[in-house]
């Protein structure tokens, strides 16, 4: 589903990314962890193109986005993206937020798209919350309005950059245990995380970052138990 | 001392005049101010160097220039270069415009840059181009930042309609410059004359307060 190859990034002279090279299957969920400034929430930007890529290749569902005369938008249509402040638009209700994209991406009636928000709603537990706007929310609903507004457009992949960083400890959970289940529903998924529980338990596979490179990948066994990094020894012994 | 009472009752219908004047140059000046002030706002957010260094000079030669030399160039300089001469009224409008446009293109690029860079990546991700992501997020959110400044621009330009005097514009000040030609009462007159003002000033800030408070700004 996604395909890496020899990616680079740079900002300025600063180089932020060192050639990775990277795969995710589809409905496979992959967490991404590190330290931070190891370059992760760049990486998992390169994969919309949100940065630019300096040098390699990023194949979504085989095209390549790297490649300047691809058509991104219609890529990202399909590449749904949830961020760690939200970035839900204030001056729109919750169903507002949710519907605004496909509404205006989409030809289905408008209609369709209403009841299949306010499914996507319900999915994340907010219904009774369509016509509120987002200022009155927590930050873990926030956070799942977020997620719904992303799905509206049925995406494919969903890219998660520290979706629970931003919330207060009690909310976190309700904001995994709607991810947990996007991923038992089969969803692709990007996942760059600090939630080492999150990882072992719905990961199937870890990528660990460090300085912009990919140090150590592979299932959540093999990185946080049997790690053959010592880098990655000294991250988890840091933070578990 | 000598008042004269009833001179500050003579000029109102010379101040009547000048205040239709006044009214409708700032209205069609900073209308058409709005218009220019949009794009070359936009122009000077473009990735485009050239374009944006374009819109760039404009602001810089508008606000590092007082708008009396704006007006006297533009009247008196441009139509003895080119040699025809052009009615003050029209002058009136366009120096207006431009100046306010200046104005009003910096409170256009502020209230853009102003408003949260998630939100055009929200926008972006979900697929949407830059000119819908500039019309249904970025553009309602900076238009909500920008009313207080362009509340204040208004009232800035309408106040500088004053300044149209030196040419024979019959705004306000020109109206009472005649009145008092005639009858000496320079006081009655430019008392008037700050009432006057003050009528059409207090009720828009008054409607600028009242907007401001209704969009939660």
């Not at chain 1, 509120?132 to 799942?144: D, E, F, I, T, V």
């Not at chain 1, 520290?162 to 959970?173: F, K, M, N, R």
């Not at chain 2, 909500?144 to 030196?166: C, E, H, R, W, Y």
């Amino acid at each position: 589903m996604i395909k890496v190859s020899n990616l680079h990034k740079s900002f300025g002279d600063n180089e932020v990314l060192t050639d990775i090279t990277a795969e995710v299957d589809a409905q496979e969920v992959v967490c991404v962890i590190g330290p931070s400034g190891s370059g992760k929430s760049t990486f998992l930007r390169c994969l919309n193109r949100l940065e630019d890529i300096t040098q390699g290749e990023v194949l979504i569902d085989e095209v390549n986005i790297a490649d300047p005369n691809t058509d991104i938008n219609v890529v990202r249509q399909d590449v749904g993206m949830v961020f760690q402040h939200f970035n839900l638009f204030p001056h729109k209700s919750v169903l507002d937020n949710v519907m605004l994209a496909p509404t205006k991406l989409k030809r289905d009636s408008k209609e369709e798209i209403q009841s299949r928000c306010l499914n996507l709603l319900e999915k994340v537990g907010l219904s009774d919350k369509a016509e509120a706007y987002p200022s009155s929310l927590s930050g873990g609903q926030k956070q799942r309005v977020a997620i719904a507004r992303a799905l509206a457009m049925n995406p494919k992949v969903m890219l998660f950059d520290e979706p629970t960083s931003a919330l207060d400890p009690e909310l976190v959970g309700d904001v995994l245990a709607v991810m947990k289940d996007l991923a038992n529903e089969g969803m692709t998924m990007v996942v760059v995380t600090h939630e080492m529980g999150f990882a072992k338990e719905v990961g199937d596979r870890v990528f660990f970052m460090d300085e912009g490179r990919m140090v150590e990948e592979g299932t959540p066994t093999q990185v946080f138990d049997e790690t053959r990094h010592e880098r990655t020894r000294e991250f988890l012994s840091k933070i578990l | 001392m000598n008042l004269s009472p009833e001179s500050m009752i003579d000029v109102i219908p010379y101040l009547t005049t000048g205040l239709w004047y006044t009214f409708i140059i700032t209205i069609v000046g900073v209308a058409v101010g709005c218009v220019i002030g949009t794009i070359f706002g936009f122009m000077r957010l473009a990735q485009n160097r050239l374009i944006s260094t374009i819109a760039g000079i404009y602001v810089e030669v508008v606000r590092g220039t007082p708008l009396l030399a704006q007006i006297f160039f533009l009247h008196f300089g441009i139509p003895n270069l080119i040699g025809f001469s052009m009615d003050a009224l029209i002058s009136g409008y366009i120096i207006l415009a431009i100046n306010s446009g200046a104005y009003i293109a910096e409170i256009v690029r502020g209230g853009v840059q102003s408003v949260d860079k998630g939100q055009l990546e929200a926008g972006k991700s979900l697929g949407l181009n830059g000119l819908q992501t500039m019309r249904y997020i970025i553009w309602p959110q900076a238009v909500k930042i920008m009313i207080p400044p362009f509340g204040n621009q208004f009232i800035i330009s309408l106040k500088d309609t004053s300044l149209l005097a030196t040419i024979a514009v019959g705004e306000l000040i020109y109206q009472a410059q005649q009145f008092t030609a005639l009858t000496f009462d320079a006081f009655e007159a430019y008392f008037m004359v700050c009432l006057f003002y003050l009528i059409i000033t207090i009720p828009a800030s008054l409607l600028l307060r009242f907007t401001e408070r209704r969009l939660g700004t």
